[in-house]
Each structure stands twice: as structure tokens, then as C-alpha cells.
């Protein structure tokens, strides 16, 4: 039995009679860049397919699952960190005081296996100096897979402050890495995340923009501190947000491989990009934490099926505090669920050919393209950093979403929508606030935001 094909012109003549008095135009929707999103993508309106696969790692997983411990005990870090390996994880962040020195990341670290879980760092604009001491900590094993992870742009936009000329900080990152590129052959060194502009506010194509000038920023700065350019670009990874929007997450990290491609090109080498993909905290709520299990779950699902290489869970109490060792879990389990049992990584590139998410990735890889060039032509991250522009732009997308939120055009389930009166806290740590170090450069802080502060100071001022 065959079934009729129906036509554009079919589904026009449908979808205007279901409006009745509201234009077909009405159903065309512009998000924080300008795009437009249509109701309807066919071969009509779709271009050529778009592949981005993503690359396999040495073990054949489709991904890392990693779990990022903060804390600033070893001991407790260290017993955070191998509860999580045992528990999943096949990587491990460390953020917190533990990364100040050798010795306390080296307790922090006793029993970890460095040349079978990649162990990174988050420590902003001190990321030399933990690099070093996570160097030292490796003991010189060739085959240890470390990520120093330094990002001191990203530190440097979100706190808006640095204790020196922000680009001697990107030359000491330049140069640290160099000097163990050759120590560790199978160490990352650079993390271009985008991620502080996502949490700030920003739009997908002005994520996607900063972190190719970021990426473009650390390369030139490691390739005059004399690293091959080839070392530079596979020891670079590339990180960006993911938040419950999970169409858009995976168009996301779709296009910014297609960008890494143009990115490397222009550098002379062709490698596979490798993404970080960390949930984002500007989508969780403090005040019912339990419905951030599904922004997080959207958030992985986004982030395993758009072929991201390494996806980062937060725990759904980040937004009070840092994660105990019940939301780790929960975290770990959630991306356990993705990989084992809903098997998200048998398909590579599963939205590949699909009219609407090949539409959606090339309209974002355009915008951060665009995004990138704005940015090199204000004179590059720093300088566009330090007269605002960038900021100025995210404040807008900012705005635009807070207005929808306010207005009701946009939702959050928990939040603005489905209000549990009654809800159940969810256990945290305490997390010590860290004052921003001074005294050498400044630029307007890109501060993070959490969309549904203002709706939960509302409802708990009502509930009393």
C-alpha cells in the first residue's frame, strides 16, 4: 500500500485553515541572533546535507562522560574523584583551592590511573600554575593523559579583572604549555570555551564567535611561544554551554565543528575538533532543584547526540552550592542511561539529513562566523574585551531573553510554569565566594546570570 506525498502547497492550504485569521507569516519565529525559524523545512527550503561526525576516542567510547569535583580538601577530593571513576566517570575535572600546589593535587590524585582517566583543571586565571603542579603531580609520565585546560580569556572576561596585562597572561599559558608539550604527548593544553558568554546571556551565535576568537587567541600566542602550529590546534579543545533547548544544543556543537574546520584550514592543519560540552547553570533552578533533572538530561542528550567528545553534567543542586556526592551521582547516572541504555552513541551524526537541524547548524556556524569576524575586526578578543563590545552585544541578547521570561512568551517548567508550592530542597555543599584578583587589567565582567533568580525571589517572599 503506498501512501500520498504531500506538497508544500498541501501543507500551506492545511496550516492556513488551522490559523484562521492569523497569518502564516506569524508562525516564523527569530531567535536572539535574528534567525529566523520556520515552521516547516523541506527539500523546498533545505540546502545540501551537512556531516559532522564526531571523533572517536582510543577506547571506541562515543563519548567521555566527566564529572567535575570541586573541592578544596585532598582528601575529600580524592575521595570524590575515585567514587566517580568506580561509579562511570571516565574523566574527572578538579576545581577549588586542591589545585594550588603539587602536593595537595598529588593526594587529591593518589590512586587515579593518569594514563587511563584524563584528569583536567578549571582553575581561570591561575591555570599556569596548576598546570605546573598538575605536571609535577603526573611524575613525568609520558602516557598520562592530562588537559591543563587554560582558558585565561574566559577568566579574564568574567571577572573583569586580572592581576596583569591580560596578555602576559596568555603568553605564561603560551609558554607553559610549550614547555610540556614535549614532557606529555598526550596532554590538551588550551580550553577555547565560550561558555562565560552563554552564562552571562549571550545568544548561540555570539557563544559560538567568542570561542573561535578565543581559540584564534591562544593558537597565535602558542605558535610565537614556538609550539608547531600542528601541537597548538590538537591540544586545543573547545567548550560551549548546553542548556534545555536541546535542538539547538546539538545544532551547536554541530556547527562549531564545521567552524574548527575553517578555523584549521586557515592554520595550515585539518584536525578533528574536540568539544567539551558543560550544562549550563544559567538554565537551573535553587529553589525546586528537582526539575533540573530534565534540563540536565536535555542538556547530555543534547550534547551526545550532536557528537560532542567529552560531556560535563552538573549536579541538580549547582544552583545553591557545589555538588555532593548524591547530585554527582545523580549526574553520572543520567549520562550512564544515555550511553547504556538509550545507546545515543550507535549513530554518528544522527542529525545529519534532517532538513530542519542541517538548516539550524548552518544558520549558527553563519552567525558565530559572523560573531568571529566582528570580533577580529574590533581588533581581536582583547581589545574588543576591554571596549565593551562584546559585552554590549550580550547585554542585549541578555535583555531580550529576560523580557520574554517576563512576558511570558518564554517559559521555565518549575518556574514561571508547573510551580510546585511546596517544593523539596535537594542536599549541597557550601561554595566560598572567591573575590576577583586585581590590579593589573580590567574590562567590563561578563557576570553570569540565572534566568530564574528574580521568578524564586518572588515565590519565596510570597511563601512567607
Request: hydrophobic share 45%; with cysteine.
Amino acid at each position: 500500500m503506498t501512501f500520498p506525498t504531500p506538497s508544500p502547497a498541501d501543507w500551506r492550504g492545511l496550516a492556513e485553515k488551522a490559523l484562521k485569521d492569523r497569518p502564516l507569516e506569524s508562525l516564523v519565529h527569530l531567535d536572539a541572533d535574528g534567525l529566523a525559524i520556520r515552521p516547516l523545512y523541506a527539500a523546498a527550503t533545505g540546502g545540501a546535507a551537512i556531516s559532522a561526525p564526531r571523533p572517536l576516542d582510543s577506547d571506541g567510547r562515543p563519548w567521555d562522560v566527566r564529572t567535575l569535583v570541586e573541592g578544596d580538601e585532598a582528601g575529600a577530593v580524592n575521595a570524590a574523584a575515585l567514587a566517580d571513576l568506580e561509579g562511570g566517570a571516565a574523566s574527572v575535572l578538579l576545581k577549588g583551592a586542591v589545585l594550588a600546589d603539587s602536593e595537595p593535587l598529588a593526594r587529591a590524585l593518589d590512586g587515579v590511573a593518569l594514563e587511563l582517566a584524563a584528569v583536567g583543571l578549571d582553575a581561570g586565571l591561575d591555570g599556569p600554575e596548576a598546570a605546573n603542579a598538575l605536571a609535577v603531580a603526573a611524575k613525568g609520565s609520558p602516557r598520562a593523559k592530562l588537559m591543563f585546560h587554560m582558558d585565561p580569556l574566559s577568566a579574564f572576561a568574567e571577572a573583569g579583572a586580572a592581576p596583569r596585562a591580560i596578555e602576559e597572561h596568555l603568553t605564561l599559558a603560551a609558554n607553559t604549555a610549550a614547555r610540556h608539550a614535549g614532557a606529555y604527548p598526550e596532554a590538551s593544553f588550551f580550553l577555547a570555551s565560550g561558555r562565560v558568554v552563554h552564562e552571562a546571556g549571550g545568544s548561540i551565535g555570539q557563544e559560538l564567535g567568542f570561542v573561535a576568537a578565543n581559540a584564534v587567541a591562544l593558537l597565535r600566542a602558542a605558535v610565537a611561544a614556538g609550539m608547531r602550529p600542528e601541537a597548538a590546534l590538537t591540544g586545543t579543545v573547545l567548550g560551549v554551554s548546553l542548556d534545555q533547548e536541546y535542538f539547538d544544543g546539538l545544532a551547536k556543537v554541530r556547527a562549531l565543528r564545521l567552524m574548527w574546520r575553517s578555523i584549521g584550514k586557515a592554520f595550515g592543519i585539518e584536525t578533528p575538533a574536540v568539544i567539551e560540552a558543560r550544562s549550563s547553570r544559567r538554565m537551573l533552578a535553587a529553589r525546586d532543584p528537582w526539575p533540573n533533572l530534565l534540563r540536565l538530561t536535555a542538556a547530555g542528550f543534547a550534547g551526545a547526540v550532536g557528537g560532542a567528545g567529552a560531556v560535563v553534567l552538573d549536579g541538580l543542586s549547582r544552583a545553591n552550592g557545589r555538588s555532593d556526592a548524591f547530585a554527582r551521582r545523580q549526574a553520572r547516572n543520567t549520562q550512564a542511561v544515555l550511553l547504556e541504555e538509550a545507546h545515543l552513541g550507535r549513530v554518528d551524526d544522527p542529525a545529519a539529513g534532517s532538513w530542519f537541524l542541517d538548516a539550524r547548524t548552518r544558520d549558527l556556524a553563519e552567525a558565530g562566523w559572523a560573531e568571529f569576524q566582528r570580533i577580529e575586526g574590533e581588533g581581536g578578543l582583547l581589545t574588543s574585551l576591554r571596549a565593551g563590545g562584546v559585552q554590549d552585544r550580550i547585554a542585549a541578547a541578555r535583555a531580550e531573553r529576560e523580557a520574554a521570561l517576563a512576558g511570558g512568551t518564554a517559559q521555565l517548567v518549575g518556574v514561571t510554569k508547573f510551580v510546585d508550592p511546596e517544593p523539596r530542597p535537594a542536599p549541597f555543599e557550601p561554595e566560598v565566594a572567591t573575590l576577583p584578583q586585581t590590579g593589573g587589567d580590567a574590562c567590563d565582567p561578563l557576570n553570569p546570570v540565572r534566568f530564574a533568580a528574580p521568578f524564586e525571589t518572588q515565590a519565596w517572599e510570597g511563601g512567607r
